[in-house]
């Protein structure tokens, strides 16, 4: 019988650093039951859960980042991660992994950088389309980072292009296995069916934005909404849609997303790069409302890549009215032809296979031995 190879998964922060992370375990364990995956997360009660209902155990590591932050704060910053590094030292060398996959966000930096001490492989993926200032940090020593979009390539500065060649791979963001795995349903089989995605924690922006423009839409006929309004706001969304004509129903949050995915002609989301390889997945031409304050205006970049290959509507939240968005919505609904032709943009787009072509390479370079 054969030891068990762990590989350590450096994922937290957000859903949008785990929830790839999880793919791409499932996908190492798949491809090779020898592997082991393990993570190191920030503590968070979502983090925990999330790992716990799939298995994984995790290793609880404390850090804090610097960027966008006061003089104390990156005093602070830099002291715990001077701490978490001896910590990750200590870690690495009881766990023994073959190699480390950092998905990003300041607590892979430590992590990265003991392992890069103690001559362990380091893989990088970067979701956003403008890289985090840990992965770039990151990428000057890793073996191999893994891009989501092709224009990252831009930002990682102080390579030649050979080098970006041998150690940068575009494979896309990876979703998650209960959605890769179910059938996608065509497209054209579909009733009109508006999608809101408000967000797991309520974006309070795009709740009251949606309501208002729904609440003027018309000239519209047989149509339904679907709106995810997150916790913060279920009650507030769920009570405003009592007075909206529209066939309508309102979750705080739905772990069978494949469902409410299957059934969307249009959507409303924000533009985080995990939310729209899954509409691109399922084919959903969708108006996008990018959170201006994401760091380095990443969500407007990742947003205007889906527009200029045709598969979505983006709107700045800064001077969106409630009548625009009523108006993008009339005009999208009310032309099926349209939506059909976004559709098949968005499709052109997805990359089903991002966890498995990560997986795949990160095993041959162990086996191989390469170094960065």
Do not use: W
């Not at 995790?58 to 005093?75: D, P």
């Not at 129903?249 to 002609?265: C, G, I, K, Q, S």
Request: with cysteine.
């Amino acid at each position: 019988m054969k030891e068990m190879e762990n590989i350590l998964i450096v994922a937290g922060g957000t859903g949008g650093h785990l929830f790839p992370g999880i793919s791409v375990a499932e996908a190492l364990c798949q491809l090779s039951p020898n592997i082991s995956p393990m993570f190191v997360i920030t503590g968070r009660q979502m983090e925990r859960e999330a790992l716990e209902s799939k298995g994984y155990g995790y290793v609880i590591l404390l850090s804090q980042g610097i960027q966008g932050l006061n003089l104390i704060s990156q005093i602070k910053g830099i002291v715990l991660t001077c701490f978490a590094f001896i910590s990750s030292i200590g870690m690495l060398l009881k766990i023994k992994p073959k190699a480390v996959l950092c998905m990003g966000a300041y607590v892979s930096v430590p992590v990265a950088m003991a392992a890069k001490v103690l001559d362990i492989k380091i893989f990088v993926h970067e979701q956003n389309s403008i890289p985090g200032l840990a992965n770039r940090f990151i990428s000057r020593f890793a073996n191999e980072i893994f891009l989501s979009f092709e224009t990252s390539l831009n930002f990682f500065k102080g390579f030649s292009l050979s080098q970006k060649s041998n150690k940068f791979l575009v494979v896309g963001n990876p979703i998650r296995s209960s959605l890769r795995n179910v059938k996608v349903t065509p497209f054209e089989s579909r009733k009109n069916c508006l999608l809101v995605l408000g967000g797991s924690q309520g974006a309070k922006a795009v709740n009251e934005l949606v309501i208002k423009a729904l609440s003027i839409v018309n000239n519209v006929k047989d149509f339904s909404v679907i709106h995810l309004s997150g916790s913060s706001h279920f009650n507030f969304v769920k009570e405003a849609y009592e007075s909206i004509p529209i066939p309508s129903t309102v979750y705080e949050f739905r772990h069978d997303m494949e469902n409410l995915y299957n059934n969307a002609t249009l959507a409303i989301s924000r533009a985080g790069a995990g939310s729209l390889f899954e509409l691109c997945h399922f084919e959903i031409p969708s108006i996008l409302i990018p959170f201006p304050y994401a760091t380095n205006r990443h969500q407007h970049v990742n947003a205007q890549i889906l527009a200029q290959k045709g598969a979505s509507i983006v709107l700045d939240q800064d001077g969106l009215t409630p009548e625009l968005l009523a108006h993008n919505i009339q005009m999208l609904l009310g032309d099926r032809q349209r939506l059909l032709s976004m559709s098949h943009a968005a499709k052109s787009l997805a990359r089903p296979e991002a966890a498995t072509l990560i997986a795949q390479e990160m095993i041959s370079r162990i086996k191989r031995g390469d170094t960065p």
